[in-house]
């Protein structure tokens, strides 16, 4: 069985501060793996993916995440944050051979002026 | 181009009345994905289609949920006798056939009282 762990429900940074969230995943597959950000009252984005290529992935508004099979981490990284990236993340494992994904319980980023 | 689409945005409803939730996923999109959001969680997996063929059904929680496809476009998710647990996000993702990102609608939020 699949499942995500997302080790820290809220997260607070100072604005131009690294930003670091952490995300653990267990997977019988070689997984395919996801981070997507909530704002409020808006829909789910996808920031960037992980699937079986490069094992360290950039994404969009300059968020990168780096999957390490020997830890089963998927780690989502900022170098700088930004006001606008306080949202709610979402870490997402999914079976190579099957649609169904799994979300993890989200962790809440707040950036601090 | 335009997304993933979902009305209504807000429903409303008394516990016990039926409910039905619209989607309209990006055209050309095969597969289609529902999924429950309840406050402070990260979204459960509901049912699944290709085309019109519901493939997965596993994540609808009882059977006063139900889905449909009819012409493998459009999807309604209906939710009958409305229970005060029922309150939540539904959200709904369609997805190409080439590749395996799915594409968020904004979500139906939904209040039983």
């Known amino acids: 069985a699949q499942s995500v762990t997302q080790l820290d429900s809220h997260v607070s940074v100072s604005e131009g501060t690294p930003v670091l969230l952490r995300c653990n995943y267990s997977?019988?597959?070689?997984?395919?793996l996801f981070w997507y950000v909530q704002h409020p009252n808006k829909g789910l984005q996808l920031l960037l993916k992980?699937?079986?290529?490069?094992?360290l992935v950039k994404g969009i508004n300059g968020f990168e995440a780096e999957f390490k099979k020997s830890e089963t981490s998927f780690h989502l990284t900022k170098p700088s944050a930004h006001m606008s990236d306080a949202a709610e993340y979402f870490c997402?494992?999914?079976?190579?051979?099957?649609?169904?994904?799994?979300f993890g319980p989200g962790t809440s980023l707040s950036v601090i002026p | 181009g335009a997304g993933v689409s979902q009305s209504p945005r807000y429903k409303v409803a008394k516990r016990g009345q039926d409910v039905a939730l619209r989607c309209d996923p990006i055209?050309?999109?095969?597969?289609l994905f529902w999924y429950q959001q309840a406050l402070g969680q990260g979204p459960e997996f509901l049912t699944y289609?290709?085309?019109?063929?519901?493939?997965?059904k596993s994540g609808l929680p009882s059977d006063r949920f139900f889905a449909e496809r009819p012409e493998g476009s459009v999807s309604t998710l209906k939710i009958q006798r409305t229970q005060q647990e029922d309150s939540a996000v539904y959200l709904c993702?369609?997805?190409?056939?080439?590749?395996?990102?799915?594409?968020f609608g904004p979500g139906t939020r939904l209040t039983v009282l």
């Open positions: 993702a369609s997805r190409s056939d080439y590749g395996d990102t799915q594409y």
């Open positions: 992980y699937t079986s290529a490069a094992t």
């Open positions: 997977s019988s597959y070689s997984p395919s």
């Open positions: 055209s050309g999109h095969v597969s």
């Open positions: 289609f290709q085309n019109e063929a519901q493939l997965d």
């Open positions: 997402v494992v999914m079976k190579t051979s099957y649609d169904k994904v799994i």
